[in-house]
């Protein structure tokens, strides 16, 4: 009976595991900034390079980062979600375009909508850096104190937008 | 044709030479071997198997830059790990700490080889018994054989 039974068992131990490692994102690295406060930035906007906006500027909001180039095409794939969320103004979103060229994502923006409140520059990546990005898009939620609540990395869908982001800035706005 | 394929093939290889060779100046011999040691311990995280040292990747080349940038500022080796940890996380060591959570990543090799011994262990223990009790079996056999055979002598 031991003698059938083992190579079951071990089948089974070794089915589960596979079926979880399976299952599992390789690419979803939990953030460190997740109840955080935001790495702040001074940075210029795309649309005026003079002026500048900063993290501190948006104390008291619940705001979405999310980072996008006119080079990615998952970005491209994402935006449609984006200029729908925009509509429905839940919260303030900006856009960190990230290694992008101003002019390219200007373009971009003016071709496909632009949902973002404001979208400010970081053409060398350091910005990247300090928010932990490592692929482009991600979207970090933050709320009216400045603490980073949730963070999605690749591109945003209409399944997320309505079963983790809704809900999760309904709260952070009544908060 | 042939000399368009060989042509091919030679360029490929500068390119590929091209894009690994990095110059970067140091000021100590030793600031240049800190800095070989951090970038191939750290995680590339867009090609997850290679260290910074090893990729091509966009983020790999600002995060060997960035690595280079603190290096010249004079940070040392924890701090340039304390960096780049408080921003991606554990996960981007090669070498991760122990702790309560990685325990399991550094403990399942010598678990694994309490196991291995353990059923090395009863195995052998199975197959002394079994021919033992094989070897018992032989002999009241053959003395059976013996006594029938007598048997068979008598008649």
């Not at chain 1, 984006?82 to 375009?97: D, M, S």
């Not at chain 2, 090395?120 to 199975?126: C, G």
Request: hydrophobic share 45%; proline share 5%.
């Amino acid at each position: 009976m031991l003698k059938f039974l083992t190579p079951l068992l071990i089948f089974a131990v070794l089915a589960i595991f596979l079926a979880i490692g399976l299952n599992l994102n390789p690419r979803e690295i939990p953030s460190p900034f997740i109840d955080k406060p935001a790495p702040p930035f001074t940075l210029q906007t795309l649309d005026d390079p003079a002026r500048t906006l900063s993290t501190a500027d948006l104390k008291g909001q619940v705001w979405l980062l999310n980072v996008w180039a006119s080079w990615c095409v998952s970005c491209r794939a994402e935006h449609p979600v984006l200029n729908r969320l925009a509509e429905q103004k839940l919260a303030v979103i900006i856009g960190l375009n990230y290694k992008d060229e101003p002019e390219d994502a200007k373009n971009w923006l003016a071709r496909l909508g632009n949902p973002y409140d404001v979208s400010v520059l970081d053409m060398e990546g350091l910005t990247g850096i300090d928010w932990g990005v490592y692929g482009v898009p991600e979207t970090f939620v933050i709320d009216k104190q400045g603490v980073v609540r949730y963070k999605h990395t690749g591109p945003v869908t209409d399944k997320d937008i309505e079963t983790t982001f809704l809900p999760l800035l309904n709260t952070l706005q009544a908060e | 044709m042939r000399i368009i394929f060989l042509a091919f093939f030679l360029l490929w290889g500068v390119e590929a030479i091209a894009a690994a060779v990095e110059v970067k100046n140091f000021d100590t011999p030793e600031q240049e071997r800190v800095y070989n040691s951090l970038i191939s311990e750290l995680r590339c995280l867009v090609c997850q198997n290679q260290t910074i040292a090893d990729s091509n990747a966009d983020l790999a080349k600002d995060l060997r830059a960035q690595v280079y940038k603190m290096l010249q500022q004079g940070k040392s080796r924890q701090e340039v790990v304390d960096f780049m940890t408080q921003r991606y996380g554990d996960f981007v060591l090669y070498n991760p700490p122990m702790k309560a959570k990685t325990s399991l990543l550094w403990l399942a090799p010598l678990l694994f080889l309490v196991i291995g011994l353990l059923v090395a262990w009863t195995v052998v223990r199975k197959k002394r018994l079994a021919t033992h009790s094989e070897s018992t079996h032989d002999s009241a056999q053959s003395e059976e054989i013996r006594r029938l055979l007598e048997q068979g002598d008598d008649r």
